[in-house]
């Protein structure tokens, strides 16, 4: 009787392809050459979901000052305050000229409610949460490396890359994410204060917003490929925007689809919508933003240098 015995493989841990020194196999599978169309771009995603799944759980904990911010919210404390924007002048009627109309008045416009106030630790936490600004860059070259090879169809290790991008670009990384960081924070600002002051601005401030964004996609592209200061790459980057608008609009309208995917699954299954963001949030609108800028990138300034 001759039995062979075939070897047993060991399944590895979903988490192996993050931390294995070896690399991915043999890269990302080349697909026909052709057009950078929306369907080379799904097939692309398709393959490479578990990379995203690695790439958004890297930018998420590489940026871990933002748990500090969560973290101000838990240490919150519970008071009580006035449900009327009236309460303070009807108090002080009541205390000036006490009579049955002040009374009448204060017992309509004195209800309180429960809320939260910060306290002096949610201040702290979110005081700690402004180190992001210097591992924001960090986290952003190295997504845009691991992006810019699946884009490509190059091999990559992700953990190992990602992080030898990091070495090679570490003063240029850390001072783009820092402007980045203060660019973004003031459209958001901008933003947020025509919202409340209800001026017109607030369309435009909107408008300034998104075109940033898409200037974003090729900010940590033309970071890693070629050796330009920051002012130069913040330049080429506006003429870029302008020149792959197209590509650019689709892109966002991308990016702003898994928000809407976010928003209602919040809306639908909270717990679901909290984990959300640890799977794919973060580095789908990622690739889609590589995607849209990396092509027009090659075709206008590295292929006319390799002919």
Not at 32 to 57: A, Q, T, V
Not at 109 to 128: C, D, E, K, R
Not at 165 to 180: E, H, P, S, Y
Not at 259 to 282: C, D, Q, R, S
Request: charged share 10%; net charge positive; with cysteine.
């Amino acid at each position: 009787m001759e039995n062979e015995l075939k070897p047993i493989k060991q399944k590895k841990h979903f988490l192996y392809n993050l931390f294995n020194p070896q690399g991915n196999g043999k890269g990302v599978e080349k697909l026909p050459e052709g057009p950078d169309n929306i369907s080379k771009c799904f097939k692309l995603l398709g393959r490479n979901i578990s990379n995203m799944f690695y790439l958004n759980l890297l930018f998420i904990f590489g940026n871990f000052p933002i748990f500090f911010g969560l973290l101000g919210f838990y240490f919150m404390e519970s008071t009580t305050a006035a449900s009327s924007s009236l309460f303070g002048p009807v108090s002080g009627a009541v205390a000036f000229n006490a009579s049955p109309v002040t009374a009448a008045l204060f017992g309509v416009h004195g209800a309180q409610v429960a809320t939260n106030v910060p306290s002096s630790t949610s201040y702290l936490f979110w005081l700690l949460t402004l180190l992001v600004i210097f591992t924001f860059g960090f986290v952003n070259v190295g997504c845009a490396y691991i992006m810019r090879a699946i884009v490509k169809g190059q091999h990559f290790s992700l953990f190992s890359d990602f992080f030898s991008a990091i070495k090679r670009n570490l003063k240029q990384g850390f001072f783009m994410g820092i402007v980045d960081a203060i660019l973004i924070a003031a459209c958001v600002y901008a933003m947020a204060f025509y919202y409340m002051v209800g001026s017109q601005l607030f369309l435009v401030s909107i408008i300034m917003m998104c075109f940033y964004v898409m200037m974003r996609y090729y900010f940590y592209i033309m970071l890693i490929t070629f050796d330009l200061s920051i002012w130069k790459i913040i330049k080429n980057s506006l003429i870029f925007t302008l020149l792959g608008f197209k590509r650019n609009i689709l892109a966002f309208i991308g990016g702003l689809l898994m928000i809407f995917i976010e928003y209602m699954v919040l809306n639908i299954f909270m717990p679901l919508g909290i984990i959300f963001p640890f799977v794919l949030f973060f580095s789908v609108p990622m690739f889609f933003g590589t995607f849209a800028a990396y092509p027009k990138v090659k075709e206008i300034m590295i292929d006319p240098q390799l002919q």
